[in-house]
């Protein structure tokens, strides 16, 4: 080879380059014209790179070392392989970038990926939706779980607002979050050393008149702190000031922003209207924000409560414990030192008020956060729920390995070819990495479509046990979960492809899997096999983990229904709720008659058998509770007895609802008329306080603080008042009448009016009702139109909603379990399709070729069954609060869920072995 001085010009001959580049090509057997095609164009670049050094200076045999150099390295095939094609492989090769272009070796990997997933739709929408069936679902749940419990409140520094409470002893339980008095509001809101703002509320029922229809709403009564202390101004108007509180000012009201929506079609001109609320006008205000609630608390209207905390004056309080209290805290206040202060203040109270009766309460602090007290125990159910479906997305990662993996090895000589032209095992990573990567975002962003819609699904059912649900929306933490969990997702399912490759960096590993015909040399196949078999063992157990979480919710769930709740056939029950205001019916002692007239009118209705009211339905959440002594019972040195529900019932309440009266006799309306000492206790109660319940009948029992003692006149079978999943309650019942209680007299204004008849749920039937009530007494608004069915499957709701979500989850992951053994077997026929023509070529029977493969598939299973039984037994025990009647290693769902899957294995196993056995040995042979 001449040489020529630095900066002559080269030589028009071109350099032999072909010994240098066929040797690196003879590995890969290509055909002679293919490799001749090849040797030509990387010559042509080795020349041109050759002459470019010798035109720069380069001398001309160091230039032929240097672009040799470069050859060896991979330098030049990253550079100039583009153009190249070959008959076998249907893409483009880019085999990575070279050192010092990492970015534009990605961003070349990113688009041979979406080329190859455009080549290859089936795989791709495969991949894709598998992983979108199990980001979307876990997505969803975290969307919950974030709204619900991990989002603040929506007040500004809302972990710095505070329920304040007591707790009271009754008996030997303290019960926490016992309601304020509002005299000791004002010791707190005059004493207070943690608190910057103080603010009280209660609840109440409120007709309004003069603006349409008669109506009957939800109100709350506050104290000018409240909005202080949450810190949220109105959308229109203003807040309440010192003279809403005083007497003798103008009334007035603060709307909802639902209420003003509805009734006023969201009217800006409504501040000042007048509404009459029980007969009373009042001036509107202001209107609340959207999302402005008090304790998730549903309230139509914003009362002022008429009193000043800093100039108290009698008679101006509400009596008793009947309210509660919100604080905020003074910056660098903890709720410990809240607690502390409350402590204090509750024993300076104690002394001011001088009675003995509240020494007996052993009153202490209860303060804590109000998130505490919106979002309740619903926080673990939902962590439960989150950690349960996100096994689903376990399983969604395992099956899309397993068409990575099958899909890998058909790529056999695709990689084999860019490892022999110069690419390492890293840019082969660094690819697999980008593609799989890509299939979890690709399957994060359908499986957010899926979120959101199923997001919307649930906010338009509305739980009834699941606070905020304002709050559950995709917002940047959700879509921040959504993206990584789609890159884990990726990850995740995209390393065990990759662990092949860096296990093999040697080209010659790789280009004998070519000469092997695609990868399926034996010890590869081996590898194939093995990493297959694992996934698919992974999928057995996590779906069988699911199935067995979804059947102990079916259990629970079966097993409330088999309670027999305390009444019968509750969808032949009409409930509807009437309160008499004061104004209707000023008279106490007339109350209960025109009580009775309505019912008696009712009662005359087509189809009606029978009818009554009650002041709370059972499974109604606003119980009434009090302490009730038993006679002949010793209650400790304290003689605080524990607190019983007490419902207030007229005459035939119990043949209504189909309770049964065990013992005893039901109320009279002449013994409601006459005032006269009369009760009835649970089953229950009478067991409990007097082991008999014949014997009840005759005892006595005192009511909260009065001094009235009441005989016993029945004993009547237990409610389960709380829930079916709650202890039967013990319970006292009284006849609907004026009664002396812990504040002073009570009497139930507000009532349930249940009517039993086969028309219930109708629109005639409700129609009817109304009618019959305004023929009592006109403009009287009916409310709260329901069945005791529909109070029935709310007290249900929250292990509904539990099972609905396990059941999809289970549903869901037996589906892909299923897949991916069908798809396992599936590929192994194909890859052992010759060996089962020779099988059966050599006089091997059809049936045993299908054992053949059923057998490998129900090996699989049992070993997947065997492992998931282990890991259920270990985490279901998390769902114990979930349960009931049923234990977190019930034998039988166990046995239940194992065989479902077993089924479910079976099936899979089949089709692909019945194909097997329908292979044609002569065309197979002949093929191969």
Request: net charge positive; glycine share 10%; charged share 20%.
């Amino acid at each position: 080879m001449p040489e020529h001085s630095s900066g002559s010009r080269p030589p028009a001959l071109r350099r032999d380059w072909a010994p240098h580049v066929r040797p690196r090509l003879s590995a890969l057997r290509l055909s002679p014209a293919r490799e001749h095609e090849i040797v030509e164009e990387l010559s042509q670049h080795l020349e041109d790179r050759w002459r470019e050094l010798v035109a720069g200076g380069t001398p001309e045999d160091e230039a032929t070392r240097l672009a040799l150099a470069e050859f060896r390295e991979g330098n030049l095939l990253a550079r100039y392989m583009a153009p190249l094609k070959q008959a076998q492989i249907p893409a483009v090769i880019t085999p990575g970038a070279s050192a010092g272009h990492g970015l534009r070796g990605v961003w070349q990997d990113l688009r041979y990926a979406m080329r190859m997933f455009g080549r290859q739709p089936t795989f791709s929408l495969t991949a894709i939706l598998t992983l979108a069936l199990g980001i979307g679902a876990t997505t969803a749940m975290f969307s919950v779980v974030n709204g619900v419990v991990i989002k603040p409140l929506p007040y500004p520094e809302s972990e710095n607002v505070m329920t304040v409470g007591v707790s009271a002893v009754f008996g030997t339980q303290r019960t926490p979050g016992f309601p304020l008095a509002p005299r000791m509001f004002a010791s707190y809101a005059a004493d207070g050393r943690s608190f910057q703002e103080f603010g009280l509320f209660t609840g109440a029922e409120v007709t309004v008149t003069g603006s349409g229809n008669p109506e009957r709403t939800d109100a709350l009564q506050v104290t000018r702190g409240i909005l202080t202390t949450l810190g949220v101004q109105p959308a229109l108007g203003r807040w309440f000031s010192l003279d809403d509180h005083r007497p003798g000012t103008e009334d007035t009201v603060i709307l909802s922003h639902g209420y003003w929506q509805r009734r006023f079609g969201g009217d800006r001109e409504v501040i000042g209207r007048v509404l009459t609320i029980d007969a009373r006008p009042r001036a509107v205000i202001g209107v609340m924000p959207v999302s402005f609630s008090i304790r998730e608390i549903a309230a139509d209207l914003i009362l002022p409560l008429r009193f000043d905390p800093v100039h108290l004056e009698p008679g101006l309080l509400p009596p008793g414990f009947c309210c509660r209290g919100i604080a905020r805290l003074k910056p660098g206040a903890t709720p410990a030192q809240a607690n502390a202060d409350v402590g204090r203040m509750v024993e300076a109270w104690k002394r001011v008020e001088n009675r003995p009766q509240l020494e007996d309460l052993q009153l202490g602090p209860a303060v804590r956060a109000l998130k505490d007290d919106v979002v309740g125990d619903v926080g673990r159910v939902l962590w439960v729920l989150l950690g349960s479906i996100s096994i689903l997305l376990v399983i969604a990662c395992a099956n899309v390995a397993n068409l990575l993996l099958v899909r890998a090895e058909g790529r056999g000589q695709e990689l084999a070819l860019r490892t022999a032209l110069g690419a390492g095992w890293r840019q082969l990573a660094r690819l697999l990495m980008v593609e799989s990567l890509l299939l979890g975002l690709l399957g994060g962003v359908i499986g957010l479509g899926l979120a959101y819609g199923g997001l919307r699904v649930l906010v338009a059912l509305a739980p009834a046990n699941l606070p905020r649900l304002n709050e559950i929306t995709i917002d940047g933490a959700v879509l921040g979960f959504a993206v990584a969990a789609s890159i884990a997702s990726g990850l995740l399912f995209g390393l065990i492809p990759i662990a092949r490759i860096v296990k093999s960096k040697s080209p010659l590993s790789l280009a004998e899997s070519v000469r092997s015909g695609g990868g399926r040399s034996a010890s590869t196949g081996r590898n194939q096999h093995r990493s297959q078999n694992t996934l698919v063992v992974v999928q057995v157990a996590l779906a069988l983990v699911l199935l067995i979480s979804s059947g102990l919710m079916i259990r629970t769930f079966q097993n409330l229904r088999n309670v027999q709740p305390g009444f019968t056939d509750p969808a032949t029950i009409q409930s509807v709720r009437i309160a008499l205001s004061a104004v209707d019916v000023p008279e106490p002692e007339r109350l209960t008659r025109v009580q009775q007239d309505i019912l008696d009118r009712l009662a005359t209705i087509p189809g009606v058998t029978s009818a009554a009211f009650i002041d709370a339905l059972p499974m109604e959440q606003n119980r009434l509770n009090a302490i009730v002594a038993a006679e002949g019972q010793d209650y400790g040195p304290k003689g605080i007895p524990p607190t019983r529900t007490i419902k207030m019932i007229s005459p035939g309440a119990l043949q209504t609802l189909g309770t049964a009266l065990l013992v005893g006799r039901d109320f009279t309306w002449e013994e409601i008329h006459n005032q006269r000492n009369v009760a009835m206790v649970s089953e229950s109660f009478a067991r409990g306080e007097w082991s008999t319940v014949e014997g009840a009948i005759g005892k006595r029992v005192l009511v909260g603080t009065s001094q009235t003692w009441q005989e016993v006149i029945g004993v009547v079978a237990d409610v389960y008042d709380a829930g079916a999943d709650q202890p039967v309650p013990l319970m006292i019942y009284w006849p609907a009448r004026l009664q002396d209680f812990v504040a002073g007299p009570l009497l139930r204004r507000s009532v349930n009016f249940v009517l039993r008849s086969e028309r219930t749920g109708t629109e005639p039937f409700v129609q009817e009702i109304r009618h019959a009530v305004t023929e009592v007494m006109p403009n009287l608004p009916v409310f709260q139109v329901r069945t005791l069915r529909e109070v029935y499957d709310q007290s249900m709701a929250p292990t509904a909603f539990s099972l609905v979500l396990l059941g999809i989850a289970g549903a869901m992951a037996l589906l892909l379990g299923i897949v991916g053994i069908y798809g396992v077997l599936a590929y192994a026929v194909m890859q052992r399709q010759r060996e089962v023509g020779i099988r059966l070529a050599l006089g091997a029977r059809p049936g045993s070729v299908t054992r053949m493969f059923v057998y490998r598939g129900m090996m699989l299973s049992g070993i997947g069954i065997a492992s998931g039984v282990a890991v259920a037994a270990a985490i279901t025990r998390w769902m114990s609060a979930l349960l009931f009647g049923v234990t977190p290693v019930d034998a039988a769902t166990f046995a239940a869920a194992a065989s479902a899957l077993v089924l479910a294995t079976l099936a899979a196993s089949y089709f692909p072995a019945r194909r097997a056995a329908a292979v044609d040995p002569v065309h197979t042979l002949t093929a191969q």
